[in-house]
């Protein structure tokens, strides 16, 4: 069952208004995905209260670290099914979870945030981890 797009489009628009391109459909996460010179964080994104108090303000923290990602983009779990589906075949070795989180460096994941790791934490906790996932993959770029 998809979620009302109503129902989704603040939860969307706290992340679009700081940067991230929404991914709606397989082609288009392909394409974000295999781009070999950019680095990216992708997310997951969700109606959950987790996504809502956590992920997300915890993103938007993290962003104001020296050291991020180049691009940045995002699928609505519950909505971008195709787009969704997709993205996490690109990271199928990782169970599936929403909220979650994915750091990519030339087309490959090299770090991830999944829901185990968000929920039931602050929103600080979650931004101390993206900045150290920043750290370790964009400090010497």
Request: aromatic content about 6%.
């Amino acid at each position: 069952m998809m979620y009302d797009p109503e129902l989704v489009r603040p939860m969307r628009a706290e992340l679009t208004e700081i940067g991230f391109r929404e991914l709606t459909d397989a082609k288009a996460v392909d394409a974000w995905i295999d781009d070999p010179a950019a680095t990216g964080l992708l997310v997951v994104n969700s109606v959950c209260g987790c996504a809502a108090g956590m992920a997300r303000p915890g993103v938007r923290m993290a962003l104001q670290h020296a050291h991020k990602p180049q691009r940045l983009a995002t699928v609505f779990a519950g909505q971008d099914k195709e787009a969704t589906q997709q993205a996490r075949s690109r990271f199928a070795h990782i169970p599936p979870s929403s909220p979650s989180m994915a750091l990519f460096k030339a087309g490959k994941v090299v770090d991830f945030l999944p829901r185990h790791r968000i929920e039931g934490r602050s929103a600080e906790q979650v931004a101390a981890d993206l900045k150290a996932m920043f750290d370790r993959h964009f400090a010497a770029n």
